[in-house]
C-alpha cells in the first residue's frame, strides 16, 4: 500500500507580530483548520500549521529573534500568498467579516 502525497509543493512560512491573533484571524477569515501549535515558554508560538482542505498548508510562527521579522516592521512588499477560492464574492465577504 503505498501513501497519499500531498498535491502542495511550496509551502508558505509566514511570521506574525502576534501569531495566536493571525491564527483566529485566518481560520474565521479563510477557513483554514488549525492542526498544529507549538508554543513557546514564554507564550510566543514557535510554530504552527493551518491546513484548507486536504493537501494544502502554510506554516507560521511569531516573531523572534533569530527567527523572523513581521512584515509590519518591513519597509514595502516583499511577499504575496495566492489562494484560490470557489466563489471570490463569497469568500470576499467572509475576509472582510472577520
Given at each position: 500500500?503505498?501513501?497519499?502525497?500531498?498535491?502542495?509543493?511550496?509551502?508558505?512560512?509566514?511570521?506574525?507580530g502576534?501569531?495566536?491573533?493571525?491564527?483566529?484571524?485566518?481560520t474565521?477569515?479563510?477557513?483554514?483548520?488549525?492542526?498544529?501549535?507549538?508554543?513557546?515558554?514564554?507564550?510566543?508560538?514557535?510554530?504552527?500549521?493551518?491546513?484548507?482542505?486536504?493537501?494544502?498548508?502554510?506554516?507560521?510562527?511569531?516573531?523572534?529573534?533569530?527567527?523572523?521579522?513581521?512584515?509590519?516592521?518591513?519597509?514595502?512588499?516583499?511577499?504575496?500568498?495566492?489562494?484560490?477560492?470557489?466563489?471570490?464574492?463569497?469568500?470576499?465577504?467572509?475576509?472582510?467579516?472577520?
Open positions: 500500500m503505498t501513501e497519499a502525497r500531498p498535491t502542495q509543493k511550496i509551502i508558505p512560512y509566514l511570521t506574525y502576534d501569531a495566536a491573533k493571525a491564527i483566529t484571524f485566518l474565521r477569515a479563510f477557513g483554514y483548520k488549525e492542526r498544529f501549535r507549538y508554543p513557546m515558554d514564554n507564550g510566543l508560538i514557535g510554530h504552527a500549521e493551518l491546513e484548507l482542505g486536504a493537501d494544502n498548508i502554510i506554516m507560521l510562527a511569531s516573531e523572534f529573534e533569530g527567527f523572523g521579522q513581521s512584515p509590519l516592521r518591513l519597509s514595502g512588499v516583499h511577499a504575496f500568498t495566492y489562494c484560490f477560492v470557489d466563489v471570490a464574492d463569497a469568500h470576499f465577504r467572509t475576509a472582510k467579516a472577520a
